[in-house]
Each structure stands twice: as structure tokens, then as C-alpha cells.
């Protein structure tokens, strides 16, 4: 079983930057995949950014990597998603969540909101 929590979320300015971050807990991070997911209303769940430190790899989706930039510390156990020139359409419920083989954990989610 992880636990994990997002922070972060808010209100900006399109154009504007925000981070947010996560905690896991339950289990070290080097173990697990840890992804952000986003659900805007009406839609379904976007996948946005992943990390894998036992690959050294990180996943984007297209309309956010050039933009968005996703880090971690294992040490902390903190996950965080670094976005930057935030338009409108990034408004959502941003999402984190770990992976352990088959299963996924859901964080409560984070609203951010990116006024025009």
C-alpha cells in the first residue's frame, strides 16, 4: 500500500509558472513509478509526466513537454511537477500517483487553475 498526497495547486495567470508537489509514503520512491495525471472538466484522466528512478527515465506527454518538467527526491520521498507557461487549457485536477507492478495509487488531487 503507498499513500500519497499532492500540494500546490492554485490560481495563476496564463503565462505563469506553478509547482506542485507530492509525498509518498509506504514505500521508497527508487521502487516505484511515480506519474501526474490531470482531469479537466468533462474530460477523461490525461496522463501528464512520469519518473522511474530504477530506469533513470522521465515521460512526458506531448502538449506538456516543453513545458513541464518533473523531479524528484528520493531521499524525501517528494515528487514535484514544474510548469511553466501555463495557458488556460492546463486548467484541471492535476493528480499524483504511484505505481507498483499492476497497481496504482491515486493521490486526492490538486486544483490549479490558469485564468486568461
Known amino acids: 500500500q503507498v499513500h500519497v498526497a499532492e500540494s500546490g495547486g492554485g490560481l495563476v495567470q496564463a503565462g505563469e509558472s506553478m509547482r506542485l508537489s507530492c509525498v509518498a509514503s509506504?514505500?521508497?520512491?527508487?521502487?516505484?513509478?511515480m506519474d501526474w495525471f490531470r482531469q479537466a472538466p468533462g474530460k477523461e484522466h490525461e496522463f501528464v509526466a512520469g519518473?522511474?528512478?530504477?530506469?533513470?527515465?522521465?515521460y512526458y506527454t506531448h502538449s506538456t513537454k516543453r513545458r513541464f518538467t518533473i523531479s524528484g527526491d528520493v531521499a524525501k520521498n517528494m515528487v514535484y511537477l514544474q510548469m511553466n507557461s501555463l495557458e488556460p487549457e492546463d486548467t484541471a485536477v492535476y493528480y499524483c500517483?504511484?505505481?507498483?507492478?499492476?497497481?496504482?495509487?491515486w493521490g486526492q488531487g490538486t486544483q490549479v487553475t490558469v485564468s486568461s
Open positions: 519518473i522511474n528512478w530504477s530506469r533513470n527515465s522521465t
Open positions: 509506504g514505500r521508497t520512491l527508487s521502487t516505484i513509478v
Open positions: 500517483t504511484a505505481r507498483v507492478g499492476s497497481d496504482r495509487y
